[in-house]
Structure formats: C-alpha cells, structure tokens
C-alpha cells in the first residue's frame, strides 16, 4: 500500500471514525482508516457496548429476586461471573465484526496500525509489515481517549482496576472502593453492588453524577443508598496502600483524614485524550488539557485537518463522536452541514435507576438569564411504570418562562435513556411548550410522563 493516496484518511475506527470514513465512501470518496487495536474502538470493545451488556445481565437478577412481587417463584438465586463476562464480551466481538462488515461493504480501507503525521496531508502507518505512506487532501483524526491516572491511584490490574480491569474482573469483589462518579464510575458501581458487593463510591464534587441537574442527582443518590450503597461526596482518595490481599485507601472528606479497607478499587476518574505521538505539535495543532482545539465544524487550524469525538473535546460521548464524523465528511465532499451542537446532544447513565437529560439544567438555565418555568413529574402517578413495578423516577424539563422554548430535559428512571429521545428530537425541531402539550401520547406509556412534565410546568398537570 505504499504511497496510496486517498481523498480522506481517517485515524481510528471508533464510533466517530468508522462512521466518518463509512459517509465519506457513500458520498463517493476515495477512504482510508487506520486503526492501532480493534474496529469500533473503545466504545464497541471495550466501553458503551460491552458494559450495557454486564448492566442487562444485572438488571435480570435483580428482577429474579424480585420474583415475588409479581406473582412468580425463583429459587436457587445466583450468577457465575465468568458466564456473565463471556456474554459481554461475545456482545462485543459480534459488532466488531459488524463494523469490519460495514468498511469492506462500502469499500473503506482498513490499515491496522499506529499512525504518525510526519507532514500535512501525509499518515505514516507502523504495521506488522513495516511502515506505508498514506497521503490525502482530508485527514480525520479519531483517537479517542484513554483512563486518566491519578498519581498512586495507577490501576495495577490485581487490586486497582480500570474499565477494562472490570469488563474482565479477575474474580468478584466483595468490599469495592469506586472512584468517581460519572457515568463509567457509576455504572460499574451499579452493576457490582447488584451482584452483592458492599460498594462505596468517592466522589469529589458535592454530588453524584455531577453534571446531571442537581436534583435528579439527588433522587439518583438515594436509590443508590436505598440498594445498600455508601455515597461520599466531597471527598478525596489520598492515597491507596496495596496489600496482597486488599487495599487501604486514605479518604479526605470535611477535612478529616480516614482510612477504610476494601479488597478492590476501581478508578473512574475522567479520560485523557490520546494525542501524543502522532506529530501534532510540528504541525502546529493547538492542544489543551489533552484534547486537540477545534471549531465548530471540528477543524484544528491546520488545512486539510479535523479532529472529532473524545480527542476533540467535551462531551464524551460515541453519538457525538458519530455525527461529527458524518458532518466533516461531508465538509470534505463540498457539502454545507450544520455543525453538531453540544447542547443538544443526549447524555445517558445506564444505572440503576437509568439517567438522561438533554440541554441546560435549571441551574445553567437561570445563570444564562432566562426567567424558567419547570415542570415535573413522579413516576408513581404514571400507571404503566406501577404496572412494570418501577414507581421510582422523575421526568423534569426547564422552559424559558417567555418564549415556551425547551431549554432542557432531566430524567431518572426505568428506561429513561429510551424515552430522551423525545426531548431530543423536540430541541431540534424548536419545539415550545404548547407543541408538546398537543402532541398526543400514548396510553398506558412512560412517555406520558413526558407529556404530563410539560403539563406541570404550566400548573395543568392531569394525573398529580
């Protein structure tokens, strides 16, 4: 493949990369991707996918416990670890060969190795084979990102783990320390403490899952202490001792030093993005705080050079990563696409109970100016969720008090990841209150709730 040239190369195949290069081919150009380890990247191998995929699996025994509620018998209650993790990881192996499928369907070039660019429009590729010379007009960088390490907090794999330690867990935790509270640190902590680990999460700001609307985290908070986690927040991990047989981490909080015992620790405590070693700085790409400078349209300042999804910045998210793929590949074929707004991009929590919210939390909302009008909505008043035995939940949304605009939408709940979509798809059509008040929801549904929230916000609430 030496000096092959090509339209638009695109470094890494993750959710942003892979569907980059996939429209950059449907729109009639000439693709490459390059990729170090696994087609669909972290997100498919080793993130979204295979952790929805250790959640279901928990989600299930939590209902096999709670058998009796709904007029069942379930003996014999257990799980086998190893089983459970096969699964995910059988999940993942399937949509990586879905992806590898999806490139060679629409003609995309796939090179396995560690790319460098040694001059503008240039990508040297390190394989097995040795180094090929690549060069295109348009190149995309798609790296994503990696774990951050905190300094004595570095997983080792045996004691202190990161995501990819708990994907494949050396065996079951029974006293579990999670750092962090984000979407990846609450996740895992749901998911162990449902298999019966006795799990505490440390957190640094003053609340859990920190950039949700402050009171969805603190319904969120207490149904997890409700299943029997410990929740600290404003506090801080000062260091870990690492015994063979555990770990004894050193926790500030109120100004006071303790120190608890656990036998495993995982660190969730943010990401880094992966930018060295690629030849960014001699081209002259801007880098701040790990992550490559852009505008609104992903490109970096220099020609023919974009970056998207994690390496690019806030939100961290693989369906922002997609559709900043899609909108500078259609930047490259000569097409005008709007530029992806971060606002309106959906943030999921897969927990337990589930959260998603979309847009300004009434916080932010009243720090931008606006004079709000916010409704809610329980869902003990809704029957379809006592009918499905989850009455604990909240729909909220936040208007702007004058125009009716839906500045944003905040849930916790069974299926709320589902139902966002709704808000989602609202935001972008500039919907105002009085449209989503006379859009007719279905009955019996979760998404009333939706309907009955917007409803609330203007005192005409039905059903509370």
């Not at 950059?24 to 995929?53: D, F, M, S, Y």
């Not at 060969?97 to 560690?114: F, I, S, T």
């Not at 003990?380 to 208007?399: S, Y």
């Amino acid at each position: 493949m030496t000096g092959k040239s090509f339209d638009m190369i695109v470094i890494g195949a993750g959710p942003g990369g892979y569907v980059a290069a996939i429209r950059g081919a449907q729109l009639g150009l000439k693709v490459a991707v390059v990729e170090r380890e696994h087609l669909g990247g972290i997100c498919l191998n080793w993130g979204c996918i295979p952790t929805k995929a250790l959640l279901r699996s928990a989600e299930v025994f939590h209902l096999m416990h709670r058998a009796g509620e709904f007029g069942l018998k379930a003996q014999g209650l257990g799980f086998d670890l190893k089983a459970v993790v096969a699964r995910s990881r059988a999940v993942a192996k399937q949509l990586n060969g879905g992806v590898g499928h999806l490139l060679k369907k629409n003609k995309v070039a796939v090179v396995m190795g560690q790319a460098t660019l040694p001059a503008r429009g240039r990508v040297a590729v390190t394989t097995d084979s040795g180094t090929e010379e690549l060069t295109a007009k348009s190149i995309v960088l798609a790296t994503g990102a990696r774990a951050r390490e905190l300094p004595g907090l570095e997983p080792d794999g045996d004691r202190v783990w990161a995501y990819k330690h708990a994907l494949v867990p050396p065996r079951m935790p029974e006293r579990l320390l999670v750092i962090g509270s984000g979407a990846i640190g609450i996740e895992f902590a749901s998911f162990y403490n449902t298999l019966g680990a006795g799990t505490t999460v440390v957190e640094v700001m003053d609340r859990v899952l920190p950039v949700e609307d402050a009171e969805i985290s603190a319904f969120a908070k207490k149904q997890f202490e409700k299943q029997g986690m410990t929740i600290l927040e404003k506090a801080t991990v000062k260091k870990l001792d690492r015994g063979k047989t555990g770990v004894t981490a050193h926790i500030e909080r109120g100004g006071k030093l303790e120190t608890q015992d656990f036998d495993t620790v995982i660190s969730a405590v943010g990401i880094v993005g992966n930018v060295e070693g690629l030849g960014l700085e001699a081209l002259g790409v801007r880098i701040d705080r790990t992550h490559v400078v852009t505008d609104a349209y992903c490109r970096t300042g220099v020609e023919g050079l974009y970056a998207i999804g994690d390496v690019a910045g806030a939100p961290w998210l693989a369906h922002k990563a997609s559709h900043e793929g899609v909108m500078v590949a259609e930047l490259v074929a000569g097409q005008q696409p709007h530029p992806v707004k971060p606002e309106s991009i959906a943030g999921c929590t897969y927990c337990q109970p589930q959260v998603a919210s979309v847009g300004l939390t009434e916080a932010q909302a009243k720090e931008k100016g606006h004079s709000v009008k916010v409704g809610r909505f329980p869902f003990m008043g809704n029957g379809k969720a006592i009918a499905l035995g989850e009455p604990e939940g909240l729909v909220k949304t936040v208007f702007d008090a004058r125009t009716g605009e839906l500045l944003g939408a905040h849930m916790v709940g069974a299926e709320v990841t589902e139902l966002i979509q709704g808000y989602v798809v609202g935001r972008q059509l500039e919907t105002t209150e009085q449209d989503l008040m006379h859009t007719v929801f279905p009955h019996p549904t979760l998404s009333e709730m939706m309907h009955e929230s917007v409803l609330d916000a203007w005192g005409r609430a039905i059903h509370f």
